[in-house]
């Protein structure tokens, strides 16, 4: 059973980097039949995808937080990682990390339980 | 970028009874690369129905989705106690995935 894990700081202060990382255990991350994503929800608010990445290192961002996040792969760890920068309250939220079968499903199929990450002085 | 508006925002209703949710796209979601999560209070989404139409491992019949193009539905028939829930619709047919603002599924 493929399992996801987030694990990084639960506070950031404003203007730093938020650093987090998921490892994957139960499979390899460097199958080619997924992409790894992170997403985000704030308190009481929906889903935003943050962005993926193959296990080739190519990467994919959404354009609201392009100029800030970089997400990048371990793979001799199983793990992949996101680091946004240059946080403000506004990216305080719980962050996912999530899996897509990019070969039939195209959806995330797999989660990590989330880790809340609060930005604050 | 493609807008999901989830319809209604809040459905009321009664352990039995069927549930009807909808979904609906700015433009074409490409291939129908359309899903559907349940939400539970402090839990990750869970997969329901991928494809437009397809269930997750594991999902009881009881969900089903339809739809294509712009227009995505997901019925739950005979609702349970365990389907009250948040539900999110999210299309991967174009970048930037993006997911729809919601649906609360509510005991009345």
């Known amino acids: 059973q493929v399992q996801l894990h987030e694990s990084g700081p639960g506070l950031v202060k404003p203007s730093q980097t938020l650093s987090l990382t998921c490892t994957v255990s139960g499979g390899s991350i460097s199958s080619g039949s997924y992409s790894w994503s992170w997403i985000r929800q704030p308190a009481g608010k929906g889903l935003e995808w943050i962005g993926h990445?193959?296990?080739?290192?190519?990467?994919n961002y959404n354009p609201s937080l392009k100029s800030r996040v970089t997400i990048s792969v371990d793979t001799s760890k199983n793990q992949f990682s996101l680091k946004l920068s240059s946080v403000t309250a506004a990216d305080t939220a719980v962050y996912y990390c999530?899996?897509?079968?990019?070969?039939?499903?195209?959806?995330?199929?797999?989660w990590g339980q989330g880790t809340l990450v609060t930005v604050s002085s | 970028e493609i807008v999901l508006t989830q319809s209604p925002g809040t459905l009321s209703l009664s352990p039995g009874e069927r549930a009807t949710l909808s979904c609906r796209a700015s433009?074409?979601?490409?291939?129908?690369?359309l899903a559907w999560y349940q939400q539970k209070p402090g839990q990750a989404p869970s997969l329901l129905i991928y494809g437009a139409s397809s269930r997750a491992t594991g999902i009881p019949d009881r969900f089903s989705g339809s739809g294509s193009g712009t227009d995505f539905t997901l019925t739950i028939n005979r609702l349970e106690p365990e389907d009250f829930a948040v539900y999110y619709c999210?299309?991967?047919?174009?970048?930037?995935?993006?997911f729809g603002q919601g649906t609360k599924v509510e005991i009345k």
């Open positions: 999530a899996r897509t079968d990019i070969v039939g499903v195209w959806a995330f199929d797999y």
């Open positions: 999210q299309q991967y047919g174009s970048s930037p995935v993006t």
């Open positions: 433009q074409s979601v490409s291939n129908n690369y």
């Open positions: 990445i193959y296990t080739s290192g190519n990467t």
